[in-house]
């Protein structure tokens, strides 16, 4: 009945009933850990929601502000739509750099974090327990050891990727710890579904970072005898756009806490000539906002759209979006890896790229390294980059964090990675996917059965 009556999705309220139905003891236990939505009752509590921001439900926030002149009249309809889906402005004045690898996001954030004169703000999945990680715990622990209020929140999950956990060490170094929404037996916290999927460092609110990077050797390609060697990228920002990283930490700080403490705000500075905006992404009011975003943006393409994503399983809003660009003529170019570090996540995407394909989008494979990277490029104008995958757990359950930039500098740099990629990479043909063989159809079908809870 509780499905019945609360899920959005028809798929998902069938599918939890039948689970039920079929399993009347494990089912509803399988519910309760899985199926249940604690997140949206509890921001209510906390004040989280956007009516505690000052909108009262249903009003946009587009009626509060006016595009900047320097946005291309191309885009303002896009611009448009992600000041309603966003509690923030679209901001002028950014820098925003990119960072491939660990070999360069790691010394620019230890940079700024041995820069530090007031507040540290670090909130990412996985902290692992090796020496990147270490790296990182004396960094922020020597920060604090200065007087600079140091807060690093952590996925309560990702922090048992690591043992010793991250979150202990980082605690024995004198640093302020939270965790979200950790999953544990006493008390009962039984919503390890949904998680903090958030990237992102602040410094001073006048360096910020953000990506899809998690914090460990497996980023360090160039690092001996590494069993995991995972590419990334990262983006270094400074401007306005970093005041709304330090708001969105916060919020779920406080969230994770119940503590309204925030450390003094500082100005963030004009740093460049770049339209930034944060989007944020999770099962509490900004459910959906992402694919909305994604649907509209391709919508708009008259071009071309690039997207690079490490798992693709996207909703059937997000395929007919796609479809409709290529019948458009809009050249849609899609990068994934080509050995996933999920296999199964790889076979269900296999068993749903004809429908793509079929229609004149071009999807190429990636040599390893295994590449985690997210960006999204419309138009060589419009850039979407953060810790958001395509998959349902991305688009449905974390809490995911975006920056939109405008700009066709910034693009440009991001095409170039992208056309590298497609140049070392294998063109995937409607052909190949047609003939595979029947136990990998079969296989592939299987997985697939289960896409929405991948």
């Not at 703000?121 to 902290?127: F, G, P, Q, R």
């Not at 796609?322 to 790889?346: F, S, W």
């Amino acid at each position: 009945m509780h499905a019945l009556l609360y899920k959005r999705d028809p798929r998902a309220a069938f599918g939890w009933i039948a689970v039920c139905v079929l399993a009347p003891v494990a089912g509803p236990v399988l519910y309760l850990f899985f199926g249940l939505n604690r997140v949206r009752g509890r921001a209510r509590d906390l004040g989280l929601t956007e009516f505690s921001l000052g909108y009262e439900r249903g009003h946009r926030l587009a009626e509060l502000q006016t595009l900047p002149d320097s946005l291309q009249a191309q885009f303002r309809n896009l611009a448009q739509i992600g000041q309603g889906l966003s509690r923030h402005g679209l901001s002028e004045g950014n820098q925003v750099d990119v960072l491939f690898n660990g070999e360069q996001a790691y010394p620019a954030m230890l940079k700024a974090i041995a820069s530090a004169q007031s507040h540290i703000l670090l909130s990412t999945y996985l902290l692992d327990n090796d020496r990147t990680g270490r790296d990182f715990t004396e960094a922020l622990g020597e920060a604090a050891g200065h007087g600079v209020d140091v807060r690093v929140l952590l996925d309560g999950f990702g922090d048992w990727y690591s043992w010793p956990r991250s979150s202990r060490r980082l605690t024995r170094a004198g640093l302020t710890v939270a965790r979200f929404l950790p999953p544990q037996l006493f008390p009962p916290s039984l919503a390890i579904n949904m998680r903090n999927h958030h990237k992102t460092l602040v410094v001073d609110d006048r360096i910020g970072f953000a990506g899809g990077m998690n914090i460990g050797d497996r980023h360090r390609l160039e690092l001996e005898n590494n069993p995991r060697p995972t590419a990334d990228v990262h983006f270094r920002i400074e401007g306005p756009a970093v005041a709304q990283l330090r708001e969105e930490f916060l919020r779920l700080w406080r969230f994770s806490t119940g503590q309204d403490d925030a450390p003094p705000g500082l100005p963030s500075p004009p740093a460049g000539t770049l339209l930034c905006r944060t989007v944020t992404d999770g099962p509490d009011e900004d459910l959906d906002r992402l694919t909305m975003l994604l649907t509209a943006a391709i919508a708009e393409a008259r071009e071309s759209v690039r997207i690079m994503t490490p798992y693709f399983l996207p909703p059937r809003e997000l395929i007919g979006a796609i479809q409709a660009a290529c019948v458009r003529g809009v050249k849609v170019t899609v990068i994934l890896p080509e050995k996933n570090n999920l296999p199964y996540v790889h076979w269900a995407t296999r068993n749903m790229l004809w429908e793509i394909l079929f229609r004149g989008a071009r999807v190429t494979y990636q040599p390893p390294p295994f590449n985690h990277t997210k960006l999204f490029v419309v138009d060589g104008y419009y850039s979407l980059v953060g810790s958001a995958n395509w998959d349902p757990r991305s688009l449905r359950l974390n809490f995911e964090l975006q920056v939109e930039v405008y700009g066709r500098k910034f693009a440009a740099g991001l095409i170039d990675y992208f056309d590298r990629a497609v140049e070392a990479g294998r063109e995937v043909t409607l052909e190949e996917v047609d003939e595979r063989s029947l136990p990998a159809r079969l296989r592939d079908s299987f997985c697939w059965l289960f896409a929405p809870y991948l």
